[in-house]
């Protein structure tokens, strides 16, 4: 089956780790994942900032290995992200911000690509909330 | 066929940036002339109050983005009943053209669609 993934809540939330889990074992058992969309406070799972004690989740860090591990199609909707503050390099220098903080196996695109992502699923699974 | 889409926004418009943020789906879709519909439950039927004077708390107001909604396409609009009656709103009295629907009707449109998205 074609799964695709909709994360509306920030790394520190249950309902982050909750998504994680949920895309591992739909790969683990075979399933497909057409694309990742962090929409709402979801862009935060994408910041290069976020630091968590050593013996705590690093639940952005898992992200970012699983997105790069398995290649997937991970997208940052643009809108929300400058919202929030989660900028590429190339919004940092139009919107003249300081730094950029998107980690680089995410890309920051529009609301479209959850609308494409929709179309070529079979399911659209979203995780919100805590 | 293109698959279908419900967006259910549940927020007030002045809890933050969520109503505009499901709205914000709804519209990018209308570009692409997706099968789209909007349900507005719980909180989110504030959004359909009128005269709302959102300056007054420096937030921009929704209204006229709403109505635009028919001029993308998306005319399958539809509010709670329960969540009007809940709130003490006019349904006859809102700032948008929606279907008032009751709690059965409202299984019945959610299970019509492929996807749905609740924020």
Redesign the interface.
Known sequence: MKFAI?L?SPAHSPASRRALRFAEAALAAGHEIVRLFL??DGVHNASANIVTAQDELDLAGEWARFVRSHDLDGVVCI??GL?RGVLDEQEAKRQSRPAANLLPVWELS???Q??EA??QAD??V?F?GH | MARSMLIITRQSPWSGPTAREALDIALAGGAFELPLGMLFLDDGVFQLTQAQQAAQLQQKDLTANLQALPMFGIDSLYAAKRSLSERGLDATKLSLLVEVLDDDALRTLINSYDHVITL
């Open positions: 909709a509306f929409y709402q809108a929300a919202r529009g609301l479209g959850l609308h929709a179309q399911r659209l979203c919100g």
